[in-house]
């Protein structure tokens, strides 16, 4: 039924957990790791490469587990709270299925803005079809971290639109977790677009121009025959009245990929 549904045009980035586990082939277990495995690689880090193959224990086993990362800690009895843990049980990630079987799942964020684990992610997930994966990390300069985007597949690449992202960077808010990282903020008016080769998994920025559909998030994205991904729905970070704030979108807009100039549709 699910793969009725998807040659329909749904998104796989929409299953439950359940069919999670049967579309990547890792099925959730108890947490398996000694406590100094957990503070060797409780924290997020980011990769120093384009992609950076990432092999930590913890991270893995919390892959197969799909724990909380408050669970990890009660585990450990872990009261440190001036870091997130890590954790992949996460809001706004994609997932895409590739020609070859293999599963991606990108991004997303764990817990809200509120809690001392919140964290917005940039690593690559790719599952092997046989229940093993393997955990792709990359700079923060060249993928910031990245939630309620789309994911969609045209040839060798998937296209990755749109991002909530932090709020600020303000003196020990949320974003001020990223380490100094500057990059990966909401700004009015500009789209994220990126784009991952599914082959070598390095991700690039891809520069647009034309009628943008905004700093815009939670929406949906399609591959159109003429080489164009249109974009709909979700919402966008405005300023209207001196204020800002998410207000939904009612338009549509494409992105052709020849030109990469974006259109809205009428």
Same mark, same amino acid.
């Given at each position: 039924?699910?793969?009725?549904?998807?040659? !329909? $045009?749904?998104?796989? =980035?929409?299953?439950?957990?359940?069919?999670?586990?049967?579309? *990547?082939?890792?099925?959730?277990?108890?947490?398996?790791? +000694?406590?100094?495995?957990?503070?060797?690689?409780?924290? /997020?880090?980011?990769?120093?490469?384009?992609?950076?193959?990432?092999? @930590?224990?913890?991270?893995?086993?919390?892959?197969?587990?799909? !724990?909380?990362?408050?669970?990890?800690?009660? &585990?450990?009895?872990?009261?440190?709270?001036?870091?997130?843990?890590?954790?992949?049980?996460?809001?706004?990630?994609?997932?895409?299925?590739?020609?070859? $079987?293999?599963?991606?799942?990108? #991004?997303?964020?764990?817990?809200?803005?509120?809690?001392?684990?919140?964290?917005?992610?940039?690593?690559?997930?790719?599952?092997?079809?046989?229940?093993?994966?393997?955990?792709?990390?990359?700079?923060?300069? @060249?993928?910031?971290? *990245?939630?309620?985007?789309?994911?969609?597949?045209?040839?060798?690449?998937?296209?990755?639109?749109?991002?909530?992202?932090?709020?600020?960077? &303000?003196?020990? $808010?949320?974003?001020?977790?990223?380490?100094?990282?500057?990059?990966?903020?909401? *700004?009015?008016?500009? +789209?994220?677009?990126? /784009?991952?080769?599914?082959? +070598?998994?390095?991700?690039?920025? @891809?520069?647009?121009?034309?009628?943008?559909?905004?700093?815009?998030?939670?929406?949906?994205?399609?591959?159109?025959?003429?080489?164009?991904?249109? @974009? =709909?729905? #979700? &919402?966008?970070?405005? &300023?209207?009245?001196?204020?800002?704030?998410?207000?939904?979108?009612?338009?549509?807009?494409?992105?052709?990929?020849? +030109?990469?100039?974006?259109?809205?549709?009428?």
């Amino acid at each position: 039924m699910v793969r009725l549904l998807l040659r !329909a $045009g749904a998104s796989l =980035s929409h299953i439950d957990n359940d069919l999670r586990q049967y579309f *990547t082939g890792v099925y959730h277990q108890e947490i398996q790791i +000694t406590k100094q495995e957990y503070l060797l690689g409780r924290y /997020r880090r980011f990769g120093s490469n384009n992609p950076e193959l990432t092999e @930590v224990n913890f991270w893995s086993v919390m892959i197969r587990s799909n !724990a909380s990362a408050w669970k990890a800690k009660q &585990k450990f009895e872990d009261n440190d709270e001036s870091l997130p843990v890590w954790s992949f049980d996460r809001f706004g990630r994609t997932i895409t299925e590739l020609p070859n $079987g293999k599963i991606i799942e990108i #991004g997303g964020e764990h817990e809200d803005s509120y809690d001392p684990d919140f964290c917005i992610y940039n690593d690559v997930v790719v599952y092997q079809g046989d229940g093993s994966f393997k955990i792709f990390g990359y700079p923060p300069e @060249v993928f910031p971290p *990245t939630d309620f985007h789309t994911a969609t597949l045209v040839g060798d690449y998937i296209y990755i639109f749109g991002n909530l992202g932090y709020l600020s960077h &303000k003196p020990g $808010g949320m974003a001020s977790r990223l380490n100094g990282n500057p990059l990966g903020l909401r *700004t009015v008016g500009e +789209t994220p677009v990126y /784009r991952l080769n599914w082959h +070598t998994f390095k991700i690039e920025q @891809v520069e647009t121009s034309g009628n943008k559909p905004g700093w815009i998030w939670d929406h949906l994205a399609f591959y159109h025959k003429q080489n164009q991904i249109v @974009v =709909s729905g #979700g &919402k966008i970070w405005q &300023k209207v009245n001196e204020k800002f704030g998410c207000l939904d979108n009612h338009h549509s807009f494409y992105l052709d990929l020849n +030109t990469l100039v974006w259109s809205q549709l009428i």
